[in-house]
């Protein structure tokens, strides 16, 4: 039986009820605006009283719950190659079934798709496809990449301006109403006090034993804060609650829950870079935690908004910290900087190594991943290993080979650590091999 | 005082048994090794079979049997091992016992390799691992084989006989067999393929130690320790570009996994009967249950 603590039921109910708000959207008289996890406007939609669609989102549910294969099958039927991003071929395969979301509930069709471009371009090309299939309207906020890895004033501006002459006025007609700046700051201080109980909880695994796995935990975690919850009171409940279970974890001196229980010898300390599979995602968490292994930080719990390392929503200054936010989001970032985050997680939560996924599908992440694994290496002097699957197409996913190769690198953190604790050399005088097979 | 202990690897397609006996102090006796395919058979049912067949060379009861030590496929052995290993540090713990020089392992098996450097009392210092991908890997090798109708233990003399190797691809497994195929069309001697599929295995085998900075001796581990043809193309190619690596091999290369898990039950044995340390009750009381 897999073991749960209150706030997992509470993110599990979250998720169904905003699945079940879906569903009722149009009849309720509420746009519906189709968006992407990275770089998303939530706060801004959520002052115009939108429903939002994150794609993404329903491919990785869609795949916890074993139907993305289907989907991505009738997708290559389609034409699609097998070269295409599995999320965005599990969404419109999807589509051409009926558009049933993972939770049984029909995803209504789109009064706007909101493009915030934040590097990747496939995201630019699925709205294309999805434009195609819906006639609706459709806002390009273009995210500049931070190239040198700082966010400067000009970029702020350039993306203010687009807010103010695209994607407000756009979601403006879609509404029939005007933008409520009230309403928006107020948004955006709820995200912020949310955005605060979360940062606190992945710097608690900083301690030893960690109260929590910030990569297979974390993605739980980052669910409504990444989603349609930022800004709103339910997701302040949220993580007030998980902040006062990580509390008691902490106080108890207990490790993170795993599926099976609390984990209760954490042999390894690891930073993760790379989004997880989300096909076999119990096999994949359980890799790790039947070797001891603890995740302390991830990059992935990075990708709807940089909060372990410092940015917080300012209602304020919101269309600057809506700006600020897209632009540091963690993909728009360099490489030499992403290394840099890595290596900085590795020292600041004292990891015994670094782990990166590599997904086939989002070049976003995987692109350069194995210059990153040396780069941080050398910052380091901390060995890296390196596995490869998928987000939600199971062909791609090898759980032998996967398991392999971490128990191998876990072989080799161990073998590091044991120092002068092995047993003498053999005295080949003393050697009898006289046995022959 | 010298302490019997089993050691169990449990491959993807051979289970290795070995029986020894440990002085504490470096030396050791072999007394039985035993190696079973498992042949699409239950590996449960494989290492009960290979582990009476070793017992019954070495002449002791299980009960003998201060420790049982399993490495691979550890999850096979539960209910009959006292303990698991690491592999890494097996195949370096057995090959050192192999060969007392090796300053690094290639342990090639049936679906992955795996370079380690070691120290000179046998501490893995750093590892390298192949992909996904088949290529360089023992099954690779055997599906070939089975292609072109060569029994897997000619595979390697029969290549050295082959004076112009076709060139394979030495990055991906499918792409290598789509070549075999092209090749037998086009008439190409089977050892002169055989000896490209070689080539390209080593190409691999050599990267790999390469990337792992390997030091010399090499002793190869594995399966495929007992192909002559690999060994032979492996020092070419590890020779490459000046420099030498001495590429060695022992008859029991393919037990040093199980020899390693032996070596290592003993000293954990020995270390848990001087209360300083294990690392589990579970395991203390499986060790008194079996003593």
């Known amino acids: ?437 | 005082m010298r302490l019997t202990t089993c050691g169990i690897d449990v491959g993807s397609s051979a289970v290795k048994v070995v029986v020894l006996d440990d002085d504490g102090d470096g030396g050791a006796e072999l007394r039985a090794t035993h190696l079973e395919r498992i042949r699409r058979r239950d590996p449960r049912v494989v290492l009960a079979a290979a582990l009476r067949a070793a017992l019954a060379t070495a002449k002791v009861e299980e009960s003998d049997l201060a420790y049982v030590a399993s490495t691979g496929d550890g999850d096979v052995a539960e209910g009959v091992r006292t303990g698991h290993f690491y592999g890494m540090t097996c195949h370096a713990r057995g090959a050192l016992f192999l060969e007392p020089r090796a300053r690094s392992v290639l342990d090639v098996g049936a679906l992955w390799a795996r370079a380690i450097v070691i120290d000179p009392r046998a501490r893995v210092l750093g590892s390298r691992m192949t992909s996904q991908c088949a290529a360089g890997t023992g099954q690779f090798i055997e599906n070939i084989a089975r292609y072109l109708g060569v029994r897997l233990d000619e595979v390697g003399a029969l290549s050295m006989t082959a004076t112009r190797p076709e060139p394979v691809s030495g990055i991906c497994a499918v792409l290598a067999e789509t070549d075999v195929i092209n090749m037998v069309s086009r008439g190409i001697s089977t050892a002169e393929i055989l000896r490209g599929i070689h080539e390209s295995v080593a190409i691999r085998l050599a990267k790999l130690l390469r990337a792992a900075k390997g030091g010399t001796p090499v002793v190869v581990t594995g399966g495929l320790a007992q192909n002559p043809g690999l060994m032979a193309t492996l020092r070419e190619r590890l020779d490459e570009g000046g420099g030498h690596t001495e590429v060695l091999t022992h008859p029991l290369s393919v037990h040093a996994g199980a020899i390693g898990a032996a070596l290592w039950g003993a000293f954990r044995r020995r270390k848990l009967a001087a209360g300083l340390g294990g690392d589990g009750r579970r395991e203390a009381a499986a060790v008194a249950a079996a003593v």
């Not at chain 1, 719950?65 to 039927?77: K, L, M, T, V, Y």
């Not at chain 1, 309403?183 to 955006?188: D, E, F």
């Not at chain 1, 984990?263 to 039947?290: A, C, H, M, Q």
């Open chain 1, 1 to 437: 039986m897999i073991k749960k603590e209150p706030s997992m039921d509470a993110q599990k109910d979250l998720l169904a009820g905003y699945f079940a708000r879906l569903g009722r959207a149009k009849d309720e008289g509420r746009p519906v605006v189709y968006t992407f996890v990275p770089g998303n406007l939530v706060e801004l939609m959520a002052a115009f009283d939108v429903a939002p669609v994150y794609p993404e989102v329903n491919a990785l549910q869609s795949a916890m719950r074993q139907r993305s294969s289907g989907f991505i099958r009738e997708a290559e039927r389609g034409g699609h190659s097998e070269d295409v991003c599995s999320y965005v071929k599990c969404d419109l395969g999807m589509l051409a079934k009926g558009n049933v979301g993972p939770t049984g509930d029909t995803i209504p069709p789109p009064d706007l798709l909101l493009l915030s471009f934040t590097g990747c371009f496939t995201f630019m090309k699925w709205f294309e496809l999805l434009r195609e299939q819906y006639d609706c309207e459709v806002a390009m906020l273009h995210v500049p990449y931070v190239g040198d890895g700082v966010v400067t004033a000009a970029m702020r501006a350039y993306v203010v301006e687009q807010l103010q002459r695209e994607v407000i006025p756009k979601l403006e007609k879609v509404t029939g109403k005007r933008l409520d700046l009230d309403k928006l700051r107020a948004q955006l201080a709820r995200s912020r006090q949310a955005e605060e109980d979360l940062a606190w909880v992945f710097k608690s695994a900083r301690h030893r034993p960690s109260p929590i796995d910030a990569y297979f935990g974390g993605v739980y975690y980052i669910g409504p804060i990444f989603t349609s919850f930022r800004g709103s009171e339910d997701a302040c409940r949220y993580y007030a609650m998980l902040r006062g279970e990580v509390e008691e974890r902490l106080a108890a001196g207990l490790g993170p829950i795993t599926p099976e229980g609390s984990l209760g010898d954490e042999k390894f300390r690891l930073v993760v870079e790379g989004p997880p599979n989300w096909t076999s995602f119990r096999d994949f968490w359980k890799i790790f935690y039947d070797e001891g292994a603890v995740c302390v930080a991830s990059t992935y719990t990075q990708v709807g908004g940089t909060y372990e390392r410092g940015f917080r929503h300012d209602p304020a200054n919101p269309l600057e910290s809506l700006a600020d936010y897209c632009l540091s989001c963690y993909t728009n970032l360099p490489l030499p900087q992403r290394s840099r985050i890595l290596a900085d997680m590795v020292k600041e939560y004292e990891a015994d190594g670094f782990v990166i996924h590599s997904v086939k599908s989002c070049n976003s992440f995987s692109a350069g991943q194995l210059h990153m694994l040396r780069e941080v290496e050398r910052l380091t002097g901390v060995p890296g290993g390196f596995i490869e699957s998928d987000l939600v197409d199971a062909r791609y996913y090898g759980q032998a080979n996967i398991k392999n190769r971490i128990e191998s690198y876990l072989q080799m953190l161990h073998a590091r650590r044991t120092g002068g604790s092995v047993p003498p050399p053999p005295r080949p005088e003393r050697v009898h091999l006289e046995v022959v097979p």
